[in-house]
């Protein structure tokens, strides 16, 4: 079992940048294993991808969205991915989970994950 849980939300104004966490703990051993992704929620929406990398860090793979303004790491040691987000507009207001499965052949935006993290609320302000 692994769970997952994220940290870093917050309200920011437009144009504005917040650095989004994600730890992962329970079995971890093999964390590098585990591809990774990023989706969110705004009220009233379905749950849609934002990005994930691959479990080696090789690919990452971003929505139409948020290409060019936000960005996936990871660190495998500390078995933690990160989301940066940058020049955040009103529209990215939504509630940030995470999500891991075993690496897989699956497109890194195929929902189909095994492990989901609680989220965390990012508001941005016009």
């Known amino acids: 079992q692994v769970r997952l849980a994220e940290s870093g939300g917050g309200l920011v104004q437009a144009g504005g940048s917040l650095r989004l966490s994600c730890v992962a703990s329970?079995?971890?051993?093999?964390?590098?294993?585990?591809?990774m992704g990023w989706f969110r929620r705004a009220p009233g929406k379905e749950r849609e991808f934002v990005g994930g990398?691959?479990?080696?860090?090789?690919?990452?793979y971003y929505s139409d969205a948020v290409q060019g303004r936000f960005a996936i790491s990871r660190d495998n040691a500390k078995h933690t991915m990160f989301l940066q987000l940058n020049s955040l507009k009103p529209e990215d207001t939504a509630v940030y989970s995470c999500?891991?499965?075993?690496?897989?052949?699956?497109?890194?935006?195929?929902?189909?994950?095994?492990?989901w993290g609680q989220g965390t609320q990012v508001t941005v302000s016009s």
């Open positions: 990398m691959r479990s080696d860090g090789s690919t990452t």
């Open positions: 329970g079995r971890t051993f093999g964390f590098g294993s585990y591809d």
């Open positions: 999500a891991a499965r075993v690496r897989s052949l699956l497109a890194l935006n195929i929902h189909q994950y095994h492990y």
